[in-house]
């Protein structure tokens, strides 16, 4: 079965830190660009990352150039988000996604993470 | 960045009803359209791909339509279980962006 399973989100307070996981398998997760996804409670989605099979090529939305890092472990069938200088508007539902043949075609369960002090 | 726009943003309909959804992106993007149906408390879904691909598994009442900047989603005959938030996503640069979502509802 084709699955996506996330991990690593939770309670965390302005400034700080957080480093989300999310576990592939199924299928041959170095053959695939990955993403990351977010919903804040109650919006709409808003798309934050993705990385190139090779992890050569990464992309990030404006909000979180400079703070946020995606990366992938091929061997391990994981993708990473390393979440710093966290803010209030980063608590959301974080969903990694795989991308397929232009979209999104295989979708996590999703990890929520609060930034709350 | 490319902006997309969806419309409208809530609909109520019946079952049976047939069900148009549009999407409007800020500038062309070929037909690098995905559309996504979210139900509460759950991931998306991937209904369609490049704008008119059926991706598998989904049923046939779902079709999209659309190239360049305007593009719909039609639900031919509206099921219980299609009540949900749907979403349109370009594919064609980044930042990958999505619409607003459209909340389709039980009249």
């Known amino acids: 079965e084709v699955q996506l399973v996330e991990s690593g989100g939770g309670l965390v307070q302005p400034g700080g830190s957080l480093r989300l996981s999310c576990a592939a398998s199924g299928f041959t997760f170095s053959s695939y660009w990955m993403s990351w996804v977010r919903q804040a409670p109650g919006k709409g989605l808003e798309w934050v990352a993705n990385i190139k099979q090779d992890g050569s090529e990464k992309y990030y939305v404006d909000s979180v150039k400079g703070r946020f890092t995606i990366s992938r472990d091929n061997a391990k069938n994981s993708l990473y988000l390393q979440m710093n200088s966290l803010r209030a508007e980063d608590t959301a539902v974080y969903y990694c996604?795989?991308?397929?043949?232009?979209?999104?075609?295989?979708w996590g369960q999703g990890t929520t993470v609060t930034v709350s002090s | 960045d490319i902006q997309m726009t969806q419309s409208p943003s809530s609909v109520s309909a019946s079952v049976g009803d047939r069900v148009t959804i549009t999407c409007r992106a800020s500038q062309g993007i070929s037909s690098w359209l995905a559309w996504y149906q979210q139900k509460p408390g759950k991931a998306p879904k991937l209904l369609i791909y490049a704008a008119s691909s059926l991706q598998s598994g989904v049923p046939s009442r779902f079709s999209g339509s659309g190239s360049g900047t305007d593009f719909t989603l039609t639900i031919s005959s509206l099921q219980p279980e299609d009540f949900a938030t749907y979403y349109c996503q370009q594919a064609n640069s980044f930042p990958r962006t999505f619409g607003p979502g459209t909340k389709v509802d039980i009249k």
């Open positions: 996604a795989r991308e397929g043949y232009f979209a999104m075609d295989v």
